[in-house]
C-alpha cells in the first residue's frame, strides 16, 4: 500500500513538532507479517530540530493468542533524522520495541501496547479503542479511534549518567471517513484532537501540569500496489 498523507500539524504522542507536514508511506504485508516505511516532512512552521525530516522503518507480527479472539503483536520502529540536530540534539536514530494485544468487546477493537525505546530510554505504556459507524447512504464509514497513554523518560547524554525521570501523558480522539475512489484508490478525511501533559508525578497521573491540546485536520491517498 503507498499512501501520501496531509496533516495540518505534525504531533507525535502529544507533542507539537510541526506546521502542516507532508507524510508519504510504503507498507506491505504478507500474513501475518507487515513492514513498512513511514517519512515526515515539514513544509510550514518548522521547529529547529524536531521539524528536522524524519524516517521510519517499523515492522509487526501477529500471532494468535486465544484463536479468532486475542492476538499478540510484537513489533519494531526504527526513527531516525538524518539531517538536523538529531533526537535531544544528539542522537541521529532511535530504536523502539513494542509489545500489544489486540481484542475486540461489542464491537469495539482494543489494542493495549507497551513501547520501549532502547536509545533515548522512553517505555510507554498505551490503551488504544477503535470502532466503525457505518454509513450505508454515503458508502463510507466513519471510523472513531481513541487513544491514552503515558511515558517515563530518562534523558541520557552521550558519556553522562542517567538525568532524573520525567513523566508524561497524552490522549487522542478522531474521526475519519475513507472514500473509495476506484479499485485500488482510497482517499480519506479525518480530524484529530491530541494533546499531552508534562511533569507529571506518575503514570497516567494528571496533576495540573503544563498542558498542550491541538485540533487538526489529515487527507490522505492510498493505492493498492
Not at 128 to 151: F, Q, R
Request: net charge negative.
Amino acid at each position: 500500500m503507498l499512501t501520501t498523507t496531509f496533516v495540518s500539524q505534525d504531533l507525535f504522542r502529544g507533542y507539537y513538532l510541526g506546521g502542516r507536514s507532508v507524510e508519504p508511506s510504503l507498507d506491505v504485508s504478507s500474513g501475518a507479517w507487515d513492514l513498512g516505511y513511514w517519512s515526515n516532512s515539514t513544509v510550514s512552521n518548522r521547529v529547529q530540530g524536531p521539524s528536522s525530516t524524519e524516517v521510519e522503518l517499523y515492522g509487526s507480527y501477529v500471532m494468535q493468542a486465544v484463536r479468532d479472539r486475542m492476538s499478540v503483536e510484537p513489533g519494531f520502529t526504527l526513527y531516525a533524522l538524518p539531517w538536523g540536530p538529531g533526537f535531544y540534539g544528539i542522537h541521529r536514530a532511535s530504536v523502539e520495541l513494542s509489545l500489544g494485544l489486540n481484542f475486540s468487546v461489542g464491537g469495539v477493537q482494543f489494542s493495549p501496547k507497551v513501547y520501549d525505546d532502547l536509545v533515548l530510554k522512553v517505555l510507554t505504556w498505551e490503551l488504544n479503542a477503535s470502532y466503525a459507524v457505518p454509513l450505508a447512504a454515503a458508502h463510507t464509514e466513519i471510523d472513531l479511534t481513541a487513544s491514552y497513554g503515558a511515558d517515563v523518560s530518562t534523558f541520557v547524554s552521550i558519556g553522562a549518567p542517567p538525568g532524573p525521570k520525567t513523566w508524561s501523558t497524552y490522549w487522542l480522539v478522531q474521526a475519519a471517513a475513507p472514500f473509495r475512489l476506484g479499485p485500488r484508490e482510497t482517499f480519506t478525511i479525518g480530524w484529530c484532537y491530541t494533546g499531552s501533559a508534562f511533569g507529571e508525578p506518575g503514570a497516567f497521573a494528571l496533576g495540573g501540569h503544563p498542558v498542550s491540546s491541538r485540533g487538526l485536520v489529515t487527507m490522505s491517498l492510498a493505492v493498492k500496489l
